[in-house]
């Protein structure tokens, strides 16, 4: 409750502040102990190819499986990893995990391509690049094996910067890849500049595409964009077959969501694989 009527005018934070600080505390206490004693764990969801329905790709999400409170979504915790400076070891972590994943389906015989999230703050520390090399000698991975997705906010801070690392990512054979695009405030000035593999059309312009007449405008305009400057399009967060449906008619090259599958830990992941057959286009369709 704010005094307002005194001499001396002093705030008391509301509930909500209350409870976002003794959340923060929490965090503070419990997540590096969590990732210490290996709490995290990374879940796979694949990307399905327009066309063929093959899978070849995966993206690497991160949950915490808190002995307290069970398994925990990443939008609760990274922005405190962020903030705390937790999200190096963190980030370093998720990536060597993807890694020996990856090298374990290539024991298995299965070639997927493992997508790994990135910080704004792991672009700008460029370690990451030291990292990618460890992590693919260690492993013995080909370099087309783990990319990146990285959003448009990780460009704000040090443009030139984060195309440097871009670029050295990019030279170990990984893919980079914009997340939720359009979103962000980037210009097509600042998107043509960028060296990019791939952009990630954002799941609020795929929602209910198929119903709203504008959504397909933009999904077409930015479709257009993106083969301009020569990015392929992945579209993220499908959910029904309209909408799937209507992106495979507009020429996006990839699709991820729970239409297909939602993220899964390695052995569901197989099992999923196992039982998936793709689902070949007819010709004329498209
Ligand atoms: P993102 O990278 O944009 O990932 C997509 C999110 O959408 C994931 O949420 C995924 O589970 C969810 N999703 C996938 N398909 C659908 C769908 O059809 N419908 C809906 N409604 N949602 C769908 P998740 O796993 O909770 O991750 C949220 C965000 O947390 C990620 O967004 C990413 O920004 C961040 N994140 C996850 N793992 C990591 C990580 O290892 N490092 C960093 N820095 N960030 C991570
Ligand atoms: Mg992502
Ligand atoms: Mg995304
Ligand atoms: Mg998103």
Redesign the pocket.
Known sequence: VAKENGKRTFTVFSPEMNRRVAEYMWLDTNLRKGLEQNQLVVYY?PKVATGTGEVRSV????RWDSPERGLI???QF?SYAEESGL?APL?RW?LQTAARQAAKWQQQGLNLRVA????PRQLVDDSVVDDLAQVLKENQLSPCTLDF?LTESSLIEDENRAHEVIGRLRSLGAQVHL??FGTGYSSLAQLARIPLDAIKLD?SFVRGVNLAPVSQSLIRAIVATAEALQFRVIA????TESENQFLDCVGVDEK????FAQ?MLPEELEQWLKAYSPHPQQKDAG
């Open positions: 969801q993206e690497s999400l991160v979504p990443p939008m990274i999200i980030g998720v790994v999230n990135l910080s997705e997340d939720d799941k993220e967060g499908v959910e991820q969501g729970f239409l993220p």
